[in-house]
Every structure is written in structure tokens, then in C-alpha cells.
């Protein structure tokens, strides 16, 4: 409730301005049963029409002023409500930009979607909820017990009792609900966790004709899902007609108390009963709010957990900016992933020299993009120093490092929008001439000029109207428009024909002359034609030095070779 309370008082002036509006509907409100009492007693029993109609007229009156209330209270409640929740997303939103990758590892991508749409949307309802019902509820029934006992004071023991009724129900509901509707979050996360993975990855799972797979896979968690709802429902099922049959209960008692009453006493019975009708629906009015707030705070402890969170890395006091020229060194470098109990590289030593092209080999999970992961602080060093032109990585800029480093990915991606929009992605102030001379580098200048509307072509999400080969030369592309003083290129030629790959790397040669590139490759063909190799397997480094060095030194490395290239066998 501390973060709830903390929007709040940012937009303070306008709650405070919305709960008078509350507060004056809720007086016109209890108003009301007072004068058809007066009415009745005054009017009616003693025939008297001018007064009928000066109390009708009060009424009306009182009506109208109540309905203006409501309607200024609901646009500044929805107004805080909306304004508060936008502030939540987009606190939420900047701080998991700033959170490393271990950050986001933890936190799970489909939770923390989870918890800036459907966790805020929660919390704004029940924001809405406090300056359009909460507010009033206990307004009207402490006002309307007021005037019960001085309308009828012999049923104060009848209002005590409900009173107390009511309260241990209320907060039985809560205690019980709580929990459960906590679940439910957790259970929606791992809703759209599968959701999310199956659109992903829905050409895979139509090519294996896997559909039915995926559906009772949803189905699994959709249905956990139902029951967490279910049994958070349940508890407000019970409780709420619990809740309204004491204050009927307490109504029936209260008219037979009042059997006996006279005649001259018929209005202020009225106005009771209807002060009593009030106070069920203010005891219904708090019940459901309290369900809300249950809800909300258990959201809002989930939008916490995302605004406390720091970066897992080391953030200098005085973060240095070097000039960042290529040279890479690595000391005795260890890293393992946050709860995994085993390391992903051990004890690696290195030096990469400025504008060297290292191929880096292995097969598949030996570490190579763990290893390329810890240069741009993706992830760092659990042990061991990385040092970038003399810099210990973790004590750089980290916007000054990214800035110096591109990074194509395994998977290429890209965004909507146009080609041109996506190529300066690599650098917004890139001139046409830098977009044509990098999309020629990485062999993409051809479709991109075939296109119906070449650099102005839209591309859908993640660039689905094009294919695998177009994607990654894209991708390669935009890195280059960067002009890079460091360039990871990971695996990012999968999709291309050997041809293809043999010009994009011809391309890249000669655009990125100067730059250190680190070439991750399955291919040995590939990696062949750089200075250095380093050979990686399970983490630990095989090998590290020129083609015909690892040839005669390296048996992993001669393994690779002999099983792509064929040849003599080799140790």
C-alpha cells in the first residue's frame, strides 16, 4: 500500500478535490430520507401542501446538487486513476531498461509484461475505486447510523450488532482472499509465459503440426489459471451474501422492534428503514472495495518488486570514458548464469588485439555467446577481470562501451517501421549515403532496391515480410551503420548460402577496416578466413591462435574440421 500512497500524494490536490465532491454526494445522499420523512409527518399527516411541496423542492433540489458531484467526482477520480497508472508504466518501463540481463533472467520477460499491464490495471482500479466508492461507503453508513439513532434511538443495540457482524466478515474475506488472489497473478504470468512462447515460435509449432501439443499445454495453464480465479471468487461468493443477509437480518429485527411504533412516527420509521437500506449497501460498497484493495495490493506488491529492483552489475561512482579502440583482454575469466549451479566458462585468458578478426568455434552450448555476452556487459564476469583498451569493463561508461560495440544477435531482429527507420537504428543521424554503403556491405543494397518503396518499405513486427537471409543481412547492416569500434557478429549468417556469406564478409572487410570483429560461427569455412580462432568446448577454451596453429595443436578444433571439411585425421 506504501507505493499506492505514494501516487496518491503526487496528484494530491486533485484527490483531495475529488473526495470533497464525494463527500457532498454523499451528504445530498443521506439528506434524503431526512425530508420524506418530514414529508410524511409534517406534510401528509397534517394535509398541509405548501409543505409537500417546499420539502419535494428541497429534495429536487438536493438531487440535482448530488448529481453534479457524482459527475465532477467520477472526472477527477478517473482522470488520477488514468494519470497514476500511466506513471506506474512508465516507472516500470525505465527501470527495467536499467536492469542487466540477470535482472530480467530473474524476473521472467512474461511476468514483467504481466505485471505493467494487468498488475496496474488492478491498482488503477481500485485508485478509481477509493475516490468513487471507498470514500463514501463509510461517509454514508457512519452517517446514516447517525441519523437512525436520532430518528429511532432504541435500535442503537441492533446497529452495534450488525456493526460487528459485518466487521468480523469483512475482515475474514480479506484475510482469506489475499493470498489466493496473489496466486491468481502468479498463475497469469505463466499464462502468457506459454502464449507468448507459442506465438513466437507458431511457424515451428505449425511445421512439427504440434497444435494439439501446444493446446493442452494451454489448456494446462489456463485451466490453473480458472481455478486460482475460482477459488479467489469463491471466497468473495461466500462472504458477500454473508455480508447482506446480517444487514437484512438487522433490518427485519429493526422493523419488529418498530412494530409497536405510532402513527406520528410512520416518517422518521421510513426515513430509518431507508437509512438502513444505505447502510447495506455502504457494508456491500466497502465489502467489494475491500476485494479490489485486495487485489490491488497484491499487484502492487508485484509493481514493487520491478521498481526495487537494482542492477545486478557493478555501477561505478566514476564511471571512466575511454577511447575505445578494439583491444579486448580477458583475465582468468569464470561466469555462470544466476541460479545455475554450474559454470558456463572457466578460467578463460586472452588478448584481442585492435581490428583483429577472431572467428570463435565450438559446438553447440560450449559458451561462445556467453563468451561475446560479457564484452557489451550484457552479463559480467563472476570472476576474473575483462578489460577493454586497459579498462577494467565494469568500471566504463556503460552507454559510452554500448555506444563503441554493435551486436548482431543469433536471431535477427527487427522492428516495425520502414528499412530506413531499422538501418538507423545503428545511428539516427546516418545520411543516405551511410545507408546505402552499409546495406551494400552486408549484401542487402539488391532487395532493398527491388522493394516496392526500397528504404521506405514497411516491415511487419520482427520483420515477418521478409525472409531468414534478409533479416540477418538487415541486421548486419544496421550494425555497420554504426560504425563500430567493436563488431559481434553471432552467428549471424546462419540463414545465408555459402556464397552469400562469402560476399557479406568480403563487405564487411572492407567497410569495417580497423574494427575488431568477433565472428561466432558453426561453420569452419567461415571462421577460417580470420586472424585468430578461438576454439571453445563446454565452456572451457580448446584453443586459440591461427588456422594452421589450431590445425596441428587443437584436437577439438581438428575434430570440427575433419567432420565439415573431411581430410587426413589430425592427432
Known amino acids: 500500500m506504501k507505493l499506492i500512497l505514494y501516487y496518491i500524494r503526487k496528484h494530491l490536490g486533485i484527490f483531495l478535490l ?7 454526494e454523499a451528504m445530498a445522499d ?7 420523512s418530514m414529508i410524511v409527518d409534517r406534510g401528509i399527516q397534517n394535509a398541509n401542501v405548501r409543505q409537500i411541496l417546499f420539502y419535494g423542492a428541497c429534495m429536487l433540489g438536493i438531487a440535482m446538487a448530488g448529481a453534479v458531484c457524482a459527475v465532477m467526482r467520477n472526472r477527477f477520480a478517473s482522470r488520477v486513476s488514468q494519470t497514476i497508472g500511466k506513471e506506474l508504466r512508465r516507472d516500470m518501463y525505465h527501470n527495467v531498461q536499467l536492469l542487466s540481463m540477470e535482472n530480467i533472467d530473474r524476473l521472467r520477460p512474461a511476468s514483467i509484461i504481466t505485471r505493467i499491464t494487468n498488475d496496474v490495471v488492478q491498482v488503477q482500479e481500485f485508485i478509481n475505486g477509493i475516490m468513487r466508492i471507498m470514500v463514501k461507503a463509510p461517509i454514508t453508513c457512519i452517517g446514516a447510523i447517525i441519523l437512525i439513532l436520532i430518528q429511532t434511538p432504541r435500535q442503537a443495540p441492533v446497529m452495534a450488532g450488525i456493526l460487528a457482524a459485518a466487521s468480523v466478515l469483512i475482515f475474514g474475506n480479506m484475510r482469506i482472499g489475499y493470498p489466493r488472489f496473489g496466486t491468481v497473478q502468479r498463475r497469469l504470468d505463466r499464462l502468457n509465459g506459454v502464449t507468448r512462447e507459442f506465438l ?5 509449432v505449425k511445421a512439427f503440426h504440434a497444435e494439439e501439443k501446444e493446446g493442452e499445454k ?17 471466497t468473495m461468493a461466500v462472504f458477500s451474501p454473508l455480508i447482506s443477509l446480517t444487514v437484512n437480518f438487522g433490518v427485519v429485527l429493526f422493523l419488529w422492534i418498530s412494530a409497536n411504533s405510532q402513527s406520528t412516527e410512520i416518517g422518521r420509521l421510513m426515513a430509518s428503514v431507508n437509512y438502513m437500506t444505505q447502510v447495506l449497501f455502504a457494508v456491500g460498497m466497502i465489502s467489494n472495495t475491500l476485494n479490489v484493495a485486495v487485489r490491488a495490493t497484491a499487484s502492487s506488491a508485484r509493481i514493487e518488486e520491478v521498481l526495487e529492483e537494482k542492477p545486478a552489475q557493478h555501477i561505478s561512482a566514476n564511471p571512466l570514458r575511454p577511447e575505445i579502440m578494439g583491444d579486448i583482454r580477458m583475465e582468468h575469466v569464470s561466469f555462470a548464469y544466476a541460479g545455475s549451479g554450474e559454470k558456463a566458462l572457466h578460467d578463460i585468458n586472452l588478448h584481442i588485439q585492435p581490428g583483429e578478426t577472431i572467428g570463435i568455434i565450438g559446438s553447440t552450448g560450449s559458451g561462445k555467446t556467453t563468451f561475446v555476452n560479457l564484452i557489451p556487459r550484457f552479463y559480467d564476469a563472476v570472476e576474473g577481470n575483462v578489460w577493454i583498451d586497459g579498462c577494467d569493463v565494469t568500471e566504463i561508461d556503460i552507454r559510452w562501451l554500448r555506444t563503441a560495440i554493435a551486436v548482431v544477435p543469433q536471431k535477427a531482429l527487427l522492428f516495425s517501421g520502414t ?9 539516427e543521424a546516418a545520411g ?11 549484401c542487402a543494397a539488391d532487395f532493398i532496391e527491388q522493394s516496392p518503396q526500397r528504404y521506405d518499405t514497411l516491415l511487419g513486427q520482427g520483420g515477418i515480410n521478409l525472409s531468414g537471409g534478409q533479416k540477418q543481412r538487415l541486421s548486419l547492416a544496421r550494425a555497420l551503420v554504426r560504425n563500430p569500434k567493436i563488431l559481434i557478429l553471432d552467428d549471424c549468417t546462419s540463414a545465408l548460402d555459402a556464397q552469400t556469406e562469402s560476399d557479406v564478409l568480403k563487405g564487411l572487410r572492407n567497410m ?8 561466432v560461427s558453426q561453420r569452419i569455412s567461415t571462421v577460417m578466413r580470420t586472424d585468430r580462432i578461438l576454439c571453445m568446448d563446454n565452456g572451457f577454451v580448446q584453443g586459440y591462435g591461427t588456422h594452421e596453429e589450431l590445425m596441428a595443436s587443437c584436437k577439438t578444433y581438428q575434430e570440427i574440421y575433419h567432420s565439415q571439411i573431411g581430410g587426413g585425421n589430425y592427432g
Not at 443521506?30 to 420524506?36: G, S, T, V, W, Y
Not at 494451454?218 to 479467489?232: C, G, M, P, Q
Not at 549515403?433 to 552486408?442: C, K
Request: proline residues 2%.
Open 512 to 519: 569495417a577496416g580497423g574494427t575488431t570483429v568477433l565472428l
Open 30 to 36: 443521506l439528506f434524503q430520507p431526512a425530508f420524506m
Open 200 to 204: 513466437s515460435s507458431v511457424r515451428v
Open 419 to 427: 528499412i530506413r527507420e531499422n538501418l538507423r537504428w545503428g545511428n
Open 18 to 24: 475529488s473526495t470533497l465532491f464525494l463527500t457532498m
Open 432 to 442: 543516405e549515403e551511410e545507408l546505402r554503403r552499409a546495406a551494400e556491405a552486408a
Open 218 to 234: 494451454f489448456e494446462d495453464v489456463s485451466l490453473e489459471f480458472a481455478r486460482a480465479n475460482i477459488a479467489a471468487l469463491r
